[in-house]
Structure formats: C-alpha cells, structure tokens
C-alpha cells in the first residue's frame, strides 16, 4: 500500500507511538489522517483531524467508523500495560482490562472498519503488537498474554481479509521511548525509528515488522531448527 494521497485513522494517537504515526504518515503525503484519543482536547498535532474515540467503547467506535467513511488505512496502536505476574491477587481483574484494550478493541475496530476498507478499495489494516507476543517472563504477563492473543487475531484477519484485498500487517518490537516504558530502565528504540520501519514495511507490501534487532533475535530463535534430542514434527 501507497501512504501518498491515503485516508488514515491512528487509534490511542495523541503521544508516544500514535503521534509518531500521525507526524510520519503527514510527511509521507497522507490525504487525512484521522488520530482517535478518549480527549480529543489532547491532540495537538497540527495537520490531523481529531475523533473521540475510546477504543473500549462501542458507541465510539461506531461514531468513528460512520465519520471517517473515506478511509484507505486503519492504525490499532491503542493499548496499555501494567507489571505483574499470575499469581498476584489482583491478576484476573488486571488480565480483564488489559485485553479489553489489546485484544477485544482491536477485534472491535478493525470488525467496525472492515467493511469501509472494502469499498474503498482494500486498503490496510496495521496491528502494534510487540516482541511480547511470543515471550512471557511474568514481569508483564498479562500484557504478553494479551499481545499473544492480538498476534493471533492478526493473523486470522489477515486470512478472512484477503478476499477483499485489505492488507494486514502485525509490527513487533522491543523496548520503546514512551510514557508506557518510562519506569524501564533498558535499552529503548525511539518510537520515530519504529513507526518509519512499519510503514516502510506496508508499503512494500510484508505482513510483518520486525522493528528492533531484539524482536528479530527472538523470531530467529522461534523458527530455528529444533535439537535433536527434542521431538520432530511428523
């Protein structure tokens, strides 16, 4: 896909990653770009036009979706996070809210702007995901579970869409300088780099990012060959 002369919608885009989307998609000659905040009083960026959008409820998603009818791109970048393992008191309800975010309002919005993608002509669908999705220590565990689970949705989207011509892209990477890491002291990617290697990717038409060099360690790792004092698949 084209970034020039698109019709753009970046989800949770008034800091960190989503702004980075916004600013990059404008320099890349983006017709309009939509940028979605719970407060639309947030967004500053100059150039965009705001939505209020909470990924997390309906009612805003299909105001959304009946408002920016001309969009060619869909951005799910909304999500959050919060430390903490399994076993902590408090992890059922943690695990709830954070997939309502990463996972179901991604299922939500990209359902809602599916069929707009489609009688503009395709377009593409571009999922923020992480290197989370295929490695869970405990330090973020409901986070990973829940990006596991979006890595998941992608796919499958990415299969029930074809017919229609609509691309989708999953973007995976490690540690970036956001408010969402402020309290991680580890090396971090600017989110300027991150956002500039994904939508270089969807423009040469991948399915998938690998935005950092961690990120493409892991996904090394995962289809390396196995040992073989472990068992062969038939």
Do not use: C
């Not at 299969?159 to 402020?182: F, P």
């Amino acid at each position: 896909m084209k970034i020039e002369n698109s019709v753009a919608l970046v989800t949770g885009a008034n800091r960190g990653i989503g702004l980075a989307f916004a600013r990059d998609l404008l320099a890349r000659g983006a017709r309009k770009v939509y940028v979605g905040a719970r407060d639309p009083a947030t967004i500053t960026q100059a150039g965009v036009q705001a939505l209020r959008l909470d990924v997390n409820k309906p009612e805003d998603v299909a105001a959304a979706a009946a408002l920016a009818s001309d969009v060619t791109l869909v951005i799910n970048n909304a999500g959050i996070a919060q430390p903490g393992g399994f076993l902590a008191a408090d992890s059922e309800e943690i695990a709830r809210r954070i997939f309502e975010t990463n996972f179901f309002a991604v299922l939500r919005v990209s359902k809602a702007f599916a069929p707009i993608l489609k009688a503009n002509g395709g377009g593409a669908l571009l999922n923020v995901l992480s290197v989370a999705s295929w490695v869970n220590g405990g330090e973020l565990a409901a986070y990973s579970a829940s990006k596991s689970a979006a890595w998941s949705l992608t796919n499958a989207l990415r299969t029930e869409l074809s017919a229609q011509k609509t691309q989708v892209l999953g973007l995976h990477m490690a540690y970036v300088d956001t408010d969402l890491t402020r309290g991680f002291d580890v090396p971090k990617s600017s989110a300027e780099e991150i956002v500039a290697r994904a939508l270089d990717g969807l423009e040469a038409g991948l399915d998938e990012v690998l935005a950092d060099e961690l990120t493409q360690q892991v996904k090394r790792g995962m289809t390396a060959p196995r040992p073989s004092y472990l068992p062969q698949s038939a």
